[in-house]
């Protein structure tokens, strides 16, 4: 639990803040699970912190929550290619991806019990970035890495919107995002 409010804290997830007249928090809670190996032993116990989302209300808490998705065709596709060419396919994993998305809306928390700041009371926390458990985590974690995937010169397929690709001479590379996972496939593994 400390390493995940440290690392709200050093990312900036919020800003603590007098309570704005007529806007009720959502409250927050801890989620527990523990991460096993394939023998079913214990490596770690995991702590995460979550918004209520029960609490949130479309058009004022959030927006809009859509976010594509690749298909499962698409990545059928994009393995045949691999196969075919015989390129190198890559999996990953983004750590605290929703965390990572920048919210739009202006969304108030309350404060956790047993870390709030004793000097801070009747504050509340200013969301500056999507956290788990809100409505439009997904979406606003998507429109993030869409944007920074654009950055390294990826174009986004036109049918498909969670695939891309970059061509740069004769290296290919195709990008897929399945919500917060990322398939890589290419032919020149040094170019990435």
């Known amino acids: ?46 702590g995460r ?3 209520k989302c029960f609490r949130q209300f479309h058009g004022v808490d959030y927006d809009e929550t859509f ?45 956790l019990e047993g870390f709030s700041d004793p000097q801070s009371v009747g504050k509340v926390f200013k969301l500056q970035r ?5 409505k439009q985590v997904s979406r606003s974690w998507n429109l993030r890495i869409d944007d920074a995937v654009k950055e390294f010169g990826f174009i986004k397929n036109e049918d498909k919107s969670c695939v891309y690709k970059k061509v740069n001479g004769s290296v290919v590379i195709f990008l897929m995002l399945y919500v917060e996972n990322i398939l890589l496939i290419e032919n020149d593994i040094p170019s990435l």
Do not use: H
């Open 67 to 111: 976010s594509p998705m690749a298909m499962l065709k698409s990545i059928r596709i994009l393995l045949a290619i691999a196969a075919y060419y015989d390129y190198e396919i890559r999996q990953m994993d983004v750590k605290t991806a929703f965390l990572n998305g920048a919210l739009l809306e202006d969304v108030y928390m309350t404060q």
């Open 1 to 46: 639990m400390r390493s995940e409010m440290e690392f709200m804290y050093t990312n900036q997830v919020w800003t603590l803040v007098d309570p704005p007249e007529g806007v009720k928090p959502i409250g927050c809670k801890w989620i527990f699970e523990k991460k096993t190996d394939m023998n079913d032993n214990v490596i770690t116990f995991k």
């Open 130 to 134: 999507s956290i788990y458990g809100l």
């Open 49 to 51: 912190l979550v918004a």
